[in-house]
């Protein structure tokens, strides 16, 4: 099946405007939205409610249903990350017991496993990105794990344009990070700005996923 074009460009304008809307002139909104970042389950929580495919942002309210939420995709989160811990079981451990002998050894296991952890990882993201979405729009976290629909999903959308659109948001979060670092060492006022800007950052990357879902019909 043939990749569906993307406008990325597009699509980052269309997240950065959704991004905007959420808290530009709406102050209290935008510090509710601050205060959740710490709480992380309400920000996760108001992520679900993105992924929805709600629009306008929604508002954030209904404090315990968003943390729930949260608490949700944390599991869903936890769950899709354990494939890496069996991995830095089954590689870092025995390469930190070889170090004691086999410095040499010790260090191949340990390229080994981190090279393996880095492949899982990707496509953990690249599965993971859809089936969290697929749990927001469907109210069900077996939904994030139908793996069958995830793969037919990313399939009509096609692997190397969905590839390519999280290769553009993964960037976009380069310059993201480099920004906040340079705020972090203005002593008090870049910790507050920071702090102000990881909201926009997160319902800006939430809708983007959410546009690379909804780019191509979802299966049943």
């Given at each position: 099946m043939g990749d569906?074009?993307?406008?990325?460009?597009?699509m980052l304008g269309d997240s950065f405007s959704y991004a905007k809307d959420a808290v530009w002139g709406k102050w209290v909104q935008w510090i509710l939205l601050a205060i959740s970042t710490i709480i992380f389950p309400l920000i996760m929580g108001y992520m679900v409610r993105i992924y929805s495919g709600v629009k306008p942002a929604p508002e954030p309210g209904n404090w315990v249903g968003?943390?729930?939420?949260?608490?949700?995709?944390?599991?869903?989160?936890?769950?899709?990350?354990?494939?890496?811990?069996?991995i830095m079981v089954l590689f870092l451990i025995?390469?930190?017991?070889?170090?004691?002998?086999?410095?040499?050894?010790?260090?191949?296991?340990?390229?080994?496993?981190?090279?393996?952890?880095?492949?899982?990882?990707?496509?953990?993201t690249l599965i993971s990105a859809i089936g969290m979405i697929r749990?927001?729009?469907?109210?069900?976290?077996?939904?994030?794990?139908?793996?069958?629909?995830?793969?037919?999903?990313?399939?009509?959308i096609g692997w190397g344009s969905y590839i390519i659109?999280?290769?553009?948001?993964?960037?976009?979060?380069?310059?993201?990070?480099?920004?906040?670092?340079?705020?972090?060492?203005?002593?008090?006022?870049?910790g507050l700005i920071s702090l102000f800007l990881y909201p926009v950052w997160i319902i800006?990357?939430?809708?983007?996923?959410?546009?690379?879902?909804?780019?191509a019909p979802a299966p049943a």
């Open positions: 569906i074009p993307m406008d990325y460009g597009n968003m943390f729930i939420d949260g608490l949700k995709l944390l599991i869903i989160g936890f769950i899709y990350s354990i494939p890496l811990f069996v025995p390469a930190g017991m070889l170090g004691n002998g086999d410095p040499v050894a010790a260090l191949g296991a340990i390229g080994i496993g981190l090279l393996v952890m880095i492949i899982v990882g990707i496509v953990i749990f927001a729009q469907k109210d069900s976290i077996g939904q994030a794990f139908a793996f069958s629909a995830i793969l037919e999903h990313i399939g009509k659109a999280i290769i553009v948001l993964w960037i976009a979060g380069i310059v993201f990070g480099f920004v906040v670092g340079l705020l972090v060492v203005i002593p008090v006022l870049g800006f990357a939430a809708r983007y996923v959410t546009l690379i879902y909804e780019s």
